[in-house]
Nanobody, 120 residues
């Protein structure tokens, strides 16, 4: 069964940094483009970033360009998101996922995600 476990979230002040991790299992991680997706309170799911299977290409939503960096370690089946210069509007639950259409309901395979709260 596909399982994706995100971790590393927490409470930070505006301008601070966090590094999120995602442990993947149940599929051949190195063959798939991976994504980070987030859900702010009361809002729908929003795509944040993609990284190609080998890590050579990365893409970001405009609101995080220049602040976030996606990376992966295929030997450890792990996806990362380095988040710098955090803003209150980055507050959300962050999930990792295989690249695809953004669902309206969080799939069970995505787990609980990890909460990021940016507040002074």
């Amino acid at each position: 069964q596909v399982q994706l476990v995100a971790s590393g979230g927490g409470l930070v002040q505006p301008g601070g940094s966090l590094r999120l991790s995602c442990a993947a299992s149940g599929f051949t991680f190195s063959l798939y483009t991976m994504s980070w997706v987030r859900q702010a309170p009361g809002k729908g799911l929003e795509w944040v970033s993609d990284i190609s299977s080998g890590g050579g290409s990365a893409y970001y939503t405009d609101s995080v360009k220049g602040r976030f960096t996606i990376s992966r370690d295929n030997a450890r089946n792990t996806l990362y998101l380095q988040m710098n210069s955090l803003k209150p509007e980055d507050t959300a639950v962050y999930y990792c996922a295989k690249k695809g259409l953004i669902p309206s309901i969080v799939p069970a395979s995505w787990g609980q995600g990890t909460q990021v709260t940016v507040s002074s």
